[in-house]
């Protein structure tokens, strides 16, 4: 109901040229263009349409690339953890050290795929392709 006030106000403030054609909100025009079938009401029952899974065959690939990949958060709690459990440093040495060592493994990575041989490459590529073959067959 509110959306319906608001769009009356907008049309009533247009006419008495209270507010400038240029002023008007991005969605007057497109609900002017395209008014929904029923109004949008709050005492309106809801439907009862039954919910559609939507999955793609890439999101099985995903979801096996993301099992088996860390993100970098994940990174840095298992170092700030295994410094924290080694009782060495205090809370903010620990927390300072594990961002230079995450930041030290990312170089690390970075250098180590630049220096994969293409021969390698292709290689870890097929074999990716044919364990994501194998789940999607599952």
Known sequence: MEFI?????VTGLLR???????DK???????????PKLEPRYDRPA??????????????????????????????INIYQNLNN????????VFETSVE??????????TDRQEVPISESDESFEETKLSLSEALLQ
């Open 5 to 9: 006030f608001r769009r009356m106000r």
């Open 16 to 22: 008495s040229e209270a507010m400038k054609p240029e």
């Open 25 to 35: 909100p991005i969605w007057y025009d497109l609900y002017e263009a395209f008014p």
């Open 47 to 76: 439907s009862n349409l039954p919910i559609r899974n939507i999955f793609y065959e890439e999101d099985v690939a995903r979801a096996l690339l993301d099992r088996k990949r860390k993100t970098q958060t994940q990174q840095f």
């Open 86 to 93: 080694q009782g060495a440093l205090d809370g903010e040495k």
């Open 101 to 110: 060592l995450l930041q030290q493994q990312r170089e690390q990575m970075k």
